[in-house]
């Protein structure tokens, strides 16, 4: 299954991501699409604790968030572009979304598989980040803009998705269920 932890540290990397809907106005389409994104993360929390806790697989969802929250918040004290609270919340989100993924692929190494819609789930989370990485290209060639703290945290991201990616294409896409090699 899903991986409740995950999907706390999702939601917190997009209400630290989005503080700035209190300070600065973009458009309506901006608020909106924040909000729903915020709305749609915590709806999600709440179904997995909540409504559904019974088909939720706690035995399994064991990741310690101590161990990727403690390092993150230092490093985003450490390496920020400025030292403002909203700067240092958004290099938190940045940091914390590259590794917020973990307690879901420690879930899936735990169990040794993962059911179909779950692989599909995390193929697509893979593959967005790595869009970004293209967008980040593209942003580069065109603008001349570069964020190393996003690029790099990004990069992070999608090299602990490049195992995952591989038994995508090699299994489930060939109709197979997703079981990880058993250890010698």
Same mark, same amino acid.
């Given at each position: 299954?899903?991986?409740?932890?995950?999907?706390?540290?999702?939601?917190?990397?997009?209400?630290?991501?989005?503080?700035?809907?209190?300070?600065?106005?973009?458009?309506?389409?901006?608020?909106?699409?924040?909000?729903?994104? @915020?709305? =749609?993360?915590?709806?999600?929390?709440?179904?997995?604790?909540?409504?559904?806790?019974?088909?939720?697989?706690? *035995?399994?969802?064991?990741?310690?968030?101590?161990?990727?929250?403690?390092?993150?918040?230092?490093?985003?004290?450490?390496?920020?572009?400025?030292?403002?609270?909203?700067?240092?919340?958004?290099?938190?989100?940045?940091?914390? *979304?590259?590794?917020?993924?973990?307690?879901?692929?420690?879930?899936?190494?735990?169990?040794? *598989?993962?059911?179909?819609?779950?692989?599909?789930?995390?193929?697509?989370?893979?593959?967005?980040?790595?869009?970004?990485?293209?967008?980040?290209?593209?942003?580069?060639?065109?603008?001349?803009?570069?964020?190393?703290?996003?690029?790099?945290?990004?990069?992070?991201?999608?090299?602990?998705? =490049?195992?995952?990616?591989?038994?995508?294409?090699?299994?489930?896409?060939?109709?197979?269920?997703?079981? @990880?090699?058993?250890?010698?």
């Amino acid at each position: 299954g899903i991986s409740g932890k995950s999907q706390i540290l999702f939601a917190l990397v997009f209400t630290t991501r989005y503080l700035d809907l209190f300070t600065n106005f973009i458009s309506i389409y901006n608020t909106v699409m924040k909000l729903v994104f @915020l709305l =749609c993360a915590y709806v999600t929390v709440y179904m997995i604790y909540g409504k559904f806790r019974k088909t939720f697989d706690s *035995e399994n969802d064991t990741f310690r968030l101590e161990f990727l929250l403690v390092p993150v918040i230092g490093l985003s004290f450490l390496e920020n572009y400025s030292f403002t609270p909203l700067e240092i919340l958004w290099t938190f989100s940045i940091y914390l *979304e590259s590794v917020a993924i973990l307690p879901q692929l420690f879930m899936i190494s735990k169990t040794g *598989e993962a059911e179909t819609i779950t692989t599909h789930y995390l193929f697509f989370l893979g593959l967005y980040r790595a869009l970004y990485l293209a967008n980040w290209i593209r942003r580069y060639q065109t603008e001349g803009f570069y964020d190393q703290i996003a690029v790099v945290s990004g990069v992070v991201q999608t090299i602990f998705y =490049c195992d995952f990616f591989y038994l995508y294409v090699t299994k489930v896409l060939k109709g197979k269920k997703l079981s @990880l090699p058993m250890p010698i």
